[in-house]
């Protein structure tokens, strides 16, 4: 070993992610990327566990999740020991500290949701699960928009990785008949073949989340060396829809905590070919699915800065149909628990 000549002189990179399999399935992803881009390079990657992983128990609509899942591993982003963090671009906040930015966005992977049924029932979609089914989702966002659609289904939280939720599912003693995921953890992890059926506007009538399905590289502002290395894997046209979405929701002021549902999708060409032309779908929905609003637009956008316009007047759009007043109530009704919470 101590012989071994480094190829650079330069220092290595450093990433950070979560310890959980999909948080390192997925800095692999990136770190191939970047080896591939820049092979002269050396890349160390450091994993840990963080306070979201450890708290298993508290709601998690009950505190602001996101900065739990990222909090830890910013402070050692902004202090130097690492240069950049892996994120499931979803569980980022929308408003970062100001020391910190995106360096880049990575391809999209199927952004839908998905239902998984446990094994032992037949069931094939969620119009089939008999009246009373639990479906275990901690996610108000899914739970609000299903309530709507599915009135006689019930809803249960329930935490852990993705193993841990399925491992629940499979129990043979357990309480949930099916649960809700994002079919983009499930690929990512090998286990596509678990997913029941997809949950998109077209099909099963529910939005994902903001940035659902796309990675989100947090760096250094300052840092113009690694955003260098960053600015020749990202993808373009992920980072512009995105961006759009996350815009979406800065100004509608969501958290993990408010049901804000959406689709984005770039108008094809041929069939294939990608064109500027970007479509956003987008909805509010209160915590019992009793009053929603929702909205579809379509723009040209030609850079990043029209991509945040365009989130911004779509959440005016919704604003002006009513949003405000289920965000209202939503935002009294948490003000309420926490209240009850310093008790
Ligand atoms: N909140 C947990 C989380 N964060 C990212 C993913 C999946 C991958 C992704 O959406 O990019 C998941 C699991 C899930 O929602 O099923």
Known sequence: ????????????????????????????????????????RQ????????????NQTTALHEFNAKALWTHELEALLEN?????????????????????S???????????????VKPTFPYKSLAQLPEGSVIGTSSVRRSAQLKRLYPT????????????????????????????????????????????????KATGGILHAVGQ??????????????????????????????????SLMRTLEGGCSVPIGVETEWVRKNGSEFTETLIMRALVVSLDGQRHVETEMQRRIT??????EFGW????????????SILHDINLNRKIIEEQGDA
């Not at 130097?80 to 910190?100: A, E, F, R, Y």
């Not at 995106?102 to 998984?116: K, M, N, Q, Y």
């Not at 060396?225 to 512009?240: P, Q």
């Not at 007047?313 to 405000?324: M, N, P, S, W």
Request: charged share 30%.
């Open 43 to 54: 890349y160390e990657i450091h994993a840990m566990s963080t306070m979201g992983d450890n």
């Open 213 to 246: 399905g796309a990675l989100g590289i947090e760096v250094r502002s300052d840092d113009e060396d690694v955003k260098k290395l960053l600015s020749a894997v990202g993808c373009e046209w992920t980072t512009r829809a995105c961006l759009a979405e996350r």
């Open 313 to 324: 007047d779509v959440a005016r759009k919704l604003v002006e149909l009513g949003a405000e």
């Open 303 to 308: 850079s990043r800065e029209e991509a945040d």
């Open 153 to 200: 289904l019930k809803f249960a939280d329930v935490r852990g990785n993705v193993g841990t939720r399925l491992a629940k599912l499979d129990n043979p003693e357990g309480e949930y008949t099916a649960l809700i995921l994002a079919a983009a953890g499930l690929s990512r992890l090998g286990m596509s073949d678990r997913i029941t059926s997809y949950l998109d």
């Open 1 to 40: 070993m101590a012989t071994q000549v480094a190829s650079t002189t330069q220092r290595p990179v450093r990433i950070g992610t979560r310890k959980s399999m999909l948080a390192r399935v997925q800095t692999d992803i990136v770190c191939k990327e970047l080896r591939k881009a820049w092979p002269d």
């Open 102 to 116: 995106i360096g880049c966005i990575f391809p999209r992977e199927d952004p839908r949701d998905a239902l998984v």
């Open 80 to 100: 130097g020991d690492l240069d950049l963090i892996v994120h499931s671009l979803k569980d980022m906040p929308t408003q970062l500290p100001p020391s910190m």
